[in-house]
Nanobody, 127 residues
Framework: QVQLVESGGGLVQAGDSLRLSCAAS????????MGWFRQAPGKEREFVAA????????YYADSVKGRFTISRDNAKNTVYLQMNTLKPEDTAVYYC????????????????????WGRGNQVTVSS
């Protein structure tokens, strides 16, 4: 079991930057592949970014590619989402998620792959 707690959200203006953090409990953080998802009002939850347990593989949704960067620090049990050049359409609740895997390079863009979820963190981008 792992518990995930997101932080770092808030209200910003278009063009600004934010960094989300997701702190994980437990001693086996390095065995989890991690992902970020988001859900805007009235819309379904969507994939944003993923990172493998080793941190060597990453993947991004087209809508954030080139603006967002996912990274992890296994020594700190934390995964980050650096969000630059934010747009109003990035407004959503952002969720951190995790699943265990034996493969160091595996990651997933599917929410169904993820077993553990944080409670979410609001990001609001004003125009």
């Amino acid at each position: 079991q792992v518990q995930l707690v997101e932080s770092g959200g808030g209200l910003v203006q278009a063009g600004d930057s934010l960094r989300l953090s997701c702190a994980a409990s437990g001693r086996t953080f390095s065995s989890y592949a991690m992902g970020w998802f988001r859900q805007a009002p009235g819309k379904e939850r969507e994939f944003v970014a993923a990172v493998s347990r080793s941190g060597t593989s990453t993947y991004y949704a087209d809508s954030v590619k080139g603006r967002f960067t996912i990274s992890r620090d296994n020594a700190k049990n934390t995964v980050y989402l650096q969000m630059n050049t934010l747009k109003p359409e990035d407004t959503a609740v952002y969720y951190c998620a995790a699943f265990t895997t034996y493969s160091p390079g595996r990651l997933s863009t599917s929410a169904e792959s993820y077993r553990f979820w944080g409670r979410g963190n609001q990001v609001t981008v004003s125009s």
